[in-house]
């Protein structure tokens, strides 16, 4: 009997008719003859409750304890969705992400899966019950509780299916599947049958919430397929996966955009005193993330570097870079608000030169400024005003044929 695991969303746990209605969803992929493992998010309003208390007996809980609370509220999740399931005449139990045999270990910079002991899961399988589990949470080697951070239920979902040899994740969502764009900002977006790892990578990197790119990453290092869909609508999703039949040969498979992005310039008063080692490991330690850097230097002019940072970082970006004014020996610092970014991916542009051409010269017949550029082998980026961002991916959405038909 083949294993599957399905990864829900915070959606189809908010009420008590949606938690009966997806776990009816579940039981039809167990009358199909597979064995079935469900992991599942915290519930939010759950999580705001327990914030409130926690911080009206202390200013300053500790980690430790408020991953014991907040892992609670995907317990609280799982056996409800459990007492469903079971109330459906189906055979469930509900796991936490310890009692699943989810062994953690600690990064310099987050919570990471270290092991799963799988038999823990496989017994229950064998009992012929649906498993579910607490997503996004494990065990320390010090038997602390402990919590993944984002993206930590997908990668529980991803590491659990490549620990019981399972033939796909799907991930319910509440759209049918992934898009060719936004359909909210591009009215025209079509569903895409398949997409690459990497062209999944590229868009969760580029603003797509839909699936964490950690969890992208470990599927791709397992060639694991990643099945997103419908929680409610028994309709084909979208298949991640390695390699894909290309839709009608489309160069260009997605565009995505950003919003809330500003350019931050540090200006130097000659080339021996523009360290871009510095000026970048001093940020990396205050874990500020940096996307798009372009450098000027020219002769008889001062060197610049320019670089793009999200909104939520700016005002720490700025601290920093005051703080460190005299050993980062820059002479100046300015920024500009006001910008988003809007890229297209397709793994069929590295085979097609002058996909970057393209996409500037459409920008200029609609007039649209570009402030920065960024390209990789599937991927161009580019920094407009946000006024001009929904105009953009509009128009590229365009240019590139994504609004025909797919076959």
């Known amino acids: 009997m083949a294993n599957i695991v399905i990864k829900l969303d915070e959606q189809t746990l908010t009420s008590p008719d949606k938690i009966e209605n997806v776990a009816k969803k579940i039981i039809e992929e167990k009358k199909r003859g597979l064995n079935v493992v469900v992991v599942v998010p915290s519930m939010q309003l759950i999580d705001e409750q327990l914030n409130q208390y926690a911080y009206s007996l202390s200013n300053n809980p500790s980690n430790r304890e408020m991953d014991v609370i907040h892992s609670t509220n995907t317990q609280v999740a799982s056996a409800l969705l459990s007492i469903a399931i079971n109330q459906q005449g189906f055979k469930a139990i509900s796991l936490t992400g310890w009692q699943a045999g989810i062994e953690t270990v600690a990064s310099k910079r987050a919570v990471l899966i270290d092991f799963i002991q799988s038999e823990y899961i496989t017994e229950h399988l064998k009992k012929d019950k649906i498993t579910i589990i607490a997503g996004g949470q494990g065990k320390s080697e010090d038997n602390n509780i402990t919590l993944l951070g984002d993206g930590g239920p997908e990668t529980s979902a991803v590491a659990i299916a490549i620990a019981i040899d399972a033939e796909r994740v799907d991930i319910y969502t509440n759209s049918i599947g992934l898009f060719t764009a936004d359909p ?143 050993s980062l020996g820059f002479a100046f610092a300015d920024f500009e608000v006001g910008l988003s970014k809007v890229s297209i991916v397709g793994s069929g542009m590295v085979s097609n030169p002058g996909v970057a051409a393209r996409m500037f010269d459409r920008l200029r017949k609609e007039n649209i400024e570009v402030k920065m550029v960024s390209t990789s082998e599937i991927k161009v980026s580019v920094v407009v005003p946000q006024d001009d961002m929904v105009r953009a991916a509009n128009a590229l959405h365009d240019e590139f044929n994504l609004v025909e038909e797919l076959a």
């Open 184 to 326: 909210t900002v591009v009215k025209k977006a079509r569903k895409l049958k398949q997409i690459t790892y990497d062209e999944m990578l590229e868009l969760s990197h580029l603003g797509s919430k839909v699936v964490h790119p950690r969890a992208v990453e470990l599927a791709k290092k397992y060639n694991l397929p990643l099945n997103v869909c419908s929680s409610t609508e028994n309709v084909p999703g979208t298949l991640i996966k390695g390699e894909i039949e290309m839709e009608r040969n489309l160069i260009v498979r997605g565009v995505a955009y950003e919003t809330d992005i500003i350019r931050l310039t540090v200006g130097y008063e000659s080339y021996e005193q523009a360290s871009l080692a510095n000026l970048f490991t001093t940020l990396a330690e205050h874990r500020i993330n940096v996307d798009i850097i372009v450098q000027a230097v020219i002769d008889g002019v001062k060197p610049t570097v320019s670089f793009s940072i999200e909104k939520e970082v700016f005002a720490e970006a700025i601290k920093v870079l005051e703080t460190n004014k005299s």
